[in-house]
């Protein structure tokens, strides 16, 4: 149970950073809906990295290098690649949809679509920093 607990607040402590990150970029507006912004924003650190990296961290501690470890480290390694390649997708439809018509460029104005599509290598980057590092403290703090 502590382990989730871990996770749980790993996924908080990088929500609750990329969310000030963002709120205090100049070259990033912040949408009215704060809620939205909380949930959604995309950035640095990767919450879904960093929520990964926690766990196989944890993993790690329990099993060592074991095969369930290396499983799960492919399994991690994969799903992060396809967040930045759903990223790198997101970025050419959103340049091809600001030079359509006036629905559609309304739509990629908002900012909504670039916040839940993938994430940057550099984000990828920073999340597992700051999965390893909440997982790591936490571990010391709570055992």
């Not at 402590?13 to 959604?40: A, P």
């Not at 990964?52 to 492919?74: E, H, I, N, Q, R």
């Not at 949809?97 to 990828?124: L, Q």
């Amino acid at each position: 149970m502590i382990y989730l607990f871990i996770i749980v607040i790993t996924v908080f402590i990088s929500q609750t950073l990329k969310f000030v990150g963002r709120s205090f970029s100049l070259s990033t507006k912040i949408n009215k809906d704060i809620i939205w912004t909380y949930l959604w924003a995309t950035g640095a650190p990767s919450t879904h990295s960093a929520a990964l990296v926690a766990a196989l961290t944890m993993l790690y501690k329990d099993t060592g290098p074991s095969t369930l470890f290396a499983f799960c480290l492919l399994v991690a390694v994969v799903f992060m690649y396809n967040l930045v390649a759903d990223r790198t997708k997101e970025e050419i439809q959103e340049t091809f949809f600001a030079k359509g018509d006036t629905a559609e460029r309304k739509i990629v104005m908002t900012g909504r679509v670039m916040d839940i599509s993938g994430h940057s290598f550099f984000d990828i980057i920073t999340g597992i920093i700051t999965g390893f590092l909440c997982a790591q403290l936490l571990l010391n703090l709570l055992q």
